[in-house]
């Protein structure tokens, strides 16, 4: 497998500090904000991206929304300014699948607003990435 900074992280080669750690996935905050908050939950194990993954593992979708909406609250954030969401291949810059937890929206910059625009081909929000894994054969 080539070098992936995700798992790098993961097993602690990184000085990067973790906002939540649990037996399944880490939280921490993204090196280039695109707003106030703006963190990263990532699984443990290692998946490419969210088309590596079958209609059977939506859960993994679910404990990374989960998590994430838990951390959000604990800074005050309101989830109506929110934005939850996933890149699709090939518009990812780490092949580790992650979901970014971005708020609030108001406060992003315009290329910021395009690099993750809900609804596009490059940028699935979690109900979308989960009607996505529900439709795969």
């Known amino acids: ?6 798992c790098d992280i993961i097993s602690g080669k990184s000085t990067t500090k973790f906002e ?20 990263l939950a990532v699984p443990k194990g ?10 059977n593992d939506i859960e993994i979708v679910n404990t990374l929304e989960s998590g994430m909406r838990t951390f959000l609250a604990t800074k005050g ?7 939850l969401g996933f890149h699709m291949p090939p518009f990812i810059t780490v092949k580790h699948l992650h979901l970014h937890g971005i708020a609030p929206r108001s406060n992003m910059s315009f290329l910021m607003r395009f ?17 996505y894994l529900k439709n795969k054969s």
């Open 115 to 131: 690099i993750f625009k809900p609804h596009s081909a490059w940028f699935k929000l979690v109900d979308e990435a989960k009607e």
């Open 46 to 55: 290692h998946t490419e991206s969210l088309v590596a993954l079958a209609k």
């Open 20 to 39: 939540v750690e649990t037996d399944d996935y880490v939280i921490f905050k993204d090196i280039k904000p695109a707003s106030d908050h703006h963190y």
């Open 1 to 6: 497998m080539a070098i992936c900074i995700f």
């Open 77 to 83: 954030v309101e989830s109506n300014e929110t934005l």
